[in-house]
């Protein structure tokens, strides 16, 4: 199957946003995904004809060739208790369409039912199972999502120069109907503070993104780095900062990083159903002379999880 012509994940979601604003202003939030995917991919001869959920253990979502007719179909996981997961996942498969699609024609129909070589299925973590090609283009699937659902330019707007906090948080997803996880990751994307967040389990972090700020004076969230039991994080749902509204003061001496430790003020949130906890650590400003040299790249955990393999 021929590749299509790549297409820029950020410059598609900005190209959709400018035509929201025009059409329905600054009330456009939450982006209504549905109504978005039908009304652009019909102006194509191979449109999104069917948006289904299903209930289906281990799916996650799909953009599925019609067996019979040069159509669509989207399909999403029905099973989760967070709308904002289903919304997240139903953009991802819209930018399978938008980015990565073979568009179907008549032609592909000729010998009877199409084969199953167009589809789009993404699964949740599957540790080597995505090829290079099938990684990266989840990875852009998932870009396009983010910037869709939350324009940076929008949520600067929300936040302001504010330091994270429980309500503003909250703020943030009730008006893009988003997970926590997301609205946090974009947060760290795109802030000049530094600030990393830590996605951990039983102990350990999963996962983390350092601020681009936060790169440069050389904090690394490393895979498997032991949460400290003194931290907000190491203390669990149960300590006496779990339910903080307001980021809590962290001496120096207990995140340790591989440039050192420093004083934290951390916020952590806990998914005692899901068994993970977010924690979003602000750091002081530094001088220009602490940060490292600009030409180190430096790689954060949750890019190398999805460059091993994870979608």
Not at 267 to 285: A, E, M, Q
Request: with cysteine.
């Amino acid at each position: 199957m021929n590749e299509p012509v790549r297409k820029s994940p950020i410059r598609e979601a900005n190209r959709l946003t400018v035509m929201l604003r025009t059409v329905l202003g600054e009330d456009r939030f939450p982006i209504d995904v549905e109504a978005l995917a039908r009304e652009v991919s019909r102006q194509n001869d191979d449109p999104i004809a069917t948006i289904e959920a299903v209930d289906i253990d281990g799916f996650e979502g799909m953009l599925r060739a019609h067996p019979r007719r040069p159509h669509w179909q989207l399909l999403y996981n029905d099973q989760s208790q967070y709308p904002g997961r289903k919304r997240f996942t139903m953009a991802h498969e819209f930018g399978h369409y938008q980015l990565h699609r073979q568009p179907l024609t008549a032609g592909h129909y000729r010998d009877g039912e199409l084969d199953n070589r167009f589809n789009f299925e993404c699964l949740p973590l599957q540790s080597n199972k995505w090829k290079d090609t099938e990684g990266k283009r989840e990875e852009e699937a998932d870009t396009f999502a983010s910037y869709l659902l939350m324009p940076i330019d929008d949520y600067r707007k929300q936040v302001g120069d504010l330091e994270m906090s429980r309500p503003l948080l909250d703020h943030v997803i009730d008006r893009y109907d988003v997970s926590l996880m997301a609205a946090v990751r974009k947060w760290i994307e795109f802030t000049d503070k530094r600030a990393a967040m830590v996605v951990a389990s039983d102990g350990f972090a999963l996962w983390g993104r350092a601020s681009a700020a936060a790169y440069k004076s050389g904090i690394f969230v490393r895979s498997g780095l032991e949460i400290p039991t003194n931290s907000i994080a190491g203390m669990g749902s149960t300590g006496q900062h779990a339910r903080s509204d307001q980021p809590i003061a962290i001496p120096s001496g207990v995140w340790n990083f591989s440039r050192g430790s420093e004083p934290v003020r951390e916020l952590t949130f806990f998914s005692n159903r899901l068994g993970f906890s977010i924690s979003v650590l602000h750091f002081d400003p530094l001088a220009a002379h602490h940060t490292v040299d600009d030409e180190v790249e430096l790689m954060d955990t949750y890019d190398k999880f999805i460059t091993n393999g994870h979608s």
